[in-house]
């Protein structure tokens, strides 16, 4: 099977920009906690031709695919199977013992999980309720909506798809499963489609929050990312760097949350003088969350929603 590579990774350029000056050195080491198709290693092996990448994915066809396409860069790439919250785990895999100069986390789905209509992602294309970003795990979004309760269902419709409507879709959800159960994505964005008030029909399209919600539920993404972050930062050595890129607001208000605690002082307050153990570890190097450019978004839609953020470590903590 022959395999394209025509997506441009999102920001990829503001990106390199962003996690060069901790990528210059000989032998340095990034992590790509999302590997997908490869798109933004790729680019990094390209632009620094010392650089290692450890690419991280829990989905075994995206690392095989990852690997042909990064075949030409030899030993400087090196995959791992599992979830980007086993970082730790797969940077000791490695067996050097080292910190990481660069951790790269571009969150979300994933072009192969979009554009394969029997992955079950898009909202476009008829297919079975999976969802799974690894096939081996044991949850589909079949199975989150035949058991979860109506109150289960409007809170992750409005928790995690910043739904209006979200209390509306469920109830449509439940009664609909009270006579047939769901089978495929069409079944549910008609259920979707026939809820939506005639008024709002016209304001983009009624599924796109419900997929995203279930999507990131049957993934556990909001968990793995809270998971992730503290050991991401805890890994990266002095002058290394943490660039973060959310698709939802969830998302990106978890990472702003985190970030702001190890950029900010730790000082008491009324100190005359901030000690140098109270300083911060790390200092901001993105000005709030950065969106891609108006270019961007025209050229790619799925850049519309990003918020990256990013850090640099200024100190290393004594223990």
Partial sequence: MTTTYEHIPVMRDRVIELLAPALEADDALLVDGTLGLGGHTEAFLEAFPSLRVLGIDRDREAIDQASARLERFGNRFVSFHGRYDQLGEAVDSLGDG????????????????????????????????????????????????????????????????????????????????????????????????????????????????????????????????????????????????????????GEDRLVKKVLRTH????????????????????????????????????ANPRSASVRTRGVERTRKATR
Avoid: C
């Fill in 263 to 298: 950029t900010s002082s730790s000082a008491p307050l009324g100190l005359p003088e901030e000690l140098p153990e109270h300083r911060s570890e790390f200092r901001d190097i993105t000005r709030g969350a950065e969106m891609a450019t108006p270019e961007e978004r025209d």
């Fill in 98 to 249: 080292r910190d990481v100069q660069g951790v790269l986390l571009d969150l979300g789905v994933s072009s192969l999980h979009l554009d394969k209509a029997e992955r079950g992602f898009s909202y476009v294309q008829d297919a079975p309720l999976d969802m799974r970003m690894n096939s081996e795990d044991e949850t589909t979004a079949h199975e989150i909506l035949a058991t979860y309760s109506l109150d289960q269902l409007a809170d992750l419709f409005r928790n995690l798809g910043d739904e209006k409507l979200a209390g509306r879709y469920a109830r449509a959800i439940v009664s609909h499963r009270e006579t047939q159960p769901f089978g495929t994505t069409g079944e549910l964005v008609e259920v979707l489609q026939e809820a939506t008030p005639y008024a709002l029909k016209d304001r983009g399209h009624p599924a796109k929050r419900v997929f995203q919600a279930l999507r990131m539920e049957v993934n556990n993404e909001l968990g793995s990312l809270e998971a992730v972050l503290p050991v991401a930062l805890q890994r990266i050595a002095l002058g290394g760097r943490l660039v973060v890129m959310s698709y939802h607001s």
